[in-house]
């Protein structure tokens, strides 16, 4: 008697799946590579915020480059920014700068009018970075909403 067996193809990670889902509800015609796709990079800090890592995340946020993206992508990106933001920063002086759909910056106080900037999407500046409070118009407190 023997035995049939049968090739069966490796099941793919949830990693993988996951990917999937978002090329399907997002697309991935885009010509970025698929690796550095806005959903992608989202989905990356996500995976950062759940496993503890809370700067690595904010870092993926500073990184994304959501020019190309998509409304949906740039409001998920602004929402998921904004919750880690506030669960990271901690500083309830902490405000936020929103010059546009998809851009933000929560900035705390450093010296007499000037701010740290903290945490950064879609921005050129970088956490560190100093800034004058004079130049920014429209400053929220990061713990009362910040929402637009």
């Known amino acids: 008697m023997t035995a049939a067996t049968t090739a069966t193809a490796p099941r793919p990670t949830l990693e993988e799946l996951v990917d999937r ?52 992508e740039r ?4 929402a998921e920014f904004l919750g880690l933001a506030r669960r990271q920063i901690g500083d309830v002086r902490a405000q936020l700068y929103n010059p ?18 903290r945490a950064v999407l879609g921005m050129r500046w970088r956490p560190g970075k100093v800034v004058s409070q004079r130049s920014l118009r429209g400053l929220k407190p990061l713990d009362k909403g910040g929402a637009s």
């Open 75 to 78: 409001r998920w990106a602004y």
């Open 21 to 72: 889902m978002i090329d399907a509800v997002f697309g991935d015609d885009t010509p970025t590579p698929p690796s550095t796709s806005p959903a992608r990079g989202i989905h990356e800090a996500r995976r950062l915020r759940r496993s503890g890592d809370l700067d690595a995340a904010l870092a993926v946020f500073a990184d994304i480059d959501l020019s190309s993206a998509t409304e949906g």
């Open 100 to 117: 546009g759909i998809g851009r933000a910056a929560v900035l705390t106080p450093c010296d007499e009018g000037t701010l740290e900037v």
